[in-house]
């Protein structure tokens, strides 16, 4: 498989033929360029048509890339799997007054009945994933201002979103979505980040990665690490 650098990022690239003997470039995913060509047709002429469509296909990737994985069913009973800050644990559901407990590798919910575990953990979520990401969210920006030498003082909120990690609007409101409580807390920096930096870089633009970088030198290893390996829990 061949790679292209566009703007910072690598692409790589998957060429099909056509009888058409024409080019066609299509972003097929995160860092993935799919391009039909002619037979006949080398790299060099491959790679031309793609750095011809390089902003368009920059512009696709910024849409794609806060996007996460969809969301899995899960159960909440005796022996699910359940990912907290990027650590899998086991759930065991036993009678008692409604409680959530971290034990080892695992979540103990107490409650009257099983039916009502999934409230249970629910209830008990919110209130550790708001206190998680609140507490980090400070410490990440007192970072922020203090390196990039920035008073920008954004407001936070917190709520579960169907198909972004977070966002941050215009006016500075950043959103963090409390499914990020499953993934490892390096890629909860990362995201946090992220957005602080659309604070002063409105787009995907290159000075927005490089200040991205000055916060995270190996951003694009902890987006990736978020992006294949966090398993996201709906409940």
């Not at 690239?13 to 058409?20: G, I, Q």
């Not at 080398?42 to 920059?58: A, F, G, M, Q, Y």
């Not at 890339?65 to 699910?80: A, H, M, S």
């Not at 559901?93 to 629910?122: F, H, P, Q």
Request: charged share 30%; aromatic share 8%.
């Amino acid at each position: 498989m061949k790679k292209v650098i566009l703007g910072n990022l690598s692409f790589n690239v998957e060429l099909t033929s056509n009888d058409r003997r024409k080019f066609s470039v299509e972003v097929t995913g995160r860092r993935s360029i799919l391009v039909s060509a002619p037979p006949e047709a080398r790299w060099i002429d491959v790679r031309e048509r793609i750095l011809k469509k390089e902003k368009w296909i920059l512009r696709r990737e910024s849409a794609l890339q806060d996007l996460p994985l969809l969301i899995p069913q899960r159960k909440v009973e005796t022996g699910e799997g359940f990912y907290l800050l990027g650590h899998q644990y086991r759930i065991r559901v036993k009678s008692g007054v409604n409680d959530v407990l971290l034990r080892g590798n695992e979540i103990l919910i107490t409650c009257d009945s099983e039916s009502m575990a999934k409230d249970v953990l629910a209830d008990w979520l919110i209130d550790y994933t708001n206190d998680y990401l609140e507490d980090v969210f400070i410490n990440c920006l007192q970072k922020f201002q203090l390196k990039l030498d920035c008073s920008v003082t954004p407001r936070l909120m917190i709520k579960k979103m169907k198909r972004r990690w977070g966002s941050c609007s215009p006016n500075n409101l950043i959103t963090l979505n409390t499914e990020l409580i499953a993934a490892h807390p390096k890629c909860i920096e990362y995201v946090i980040y992220h957005e602080l930096c659309h604070t002063i870089h409105l787009d995907h633009s290159k000075d927005f990665y490089n200040a991205l970088e000055r916060m995270i030198p190996n951003y694009e290893e902890q987006k990736y690490k978020l992006d294949t390996t966090t398993q996201l829990t709906e409940l």
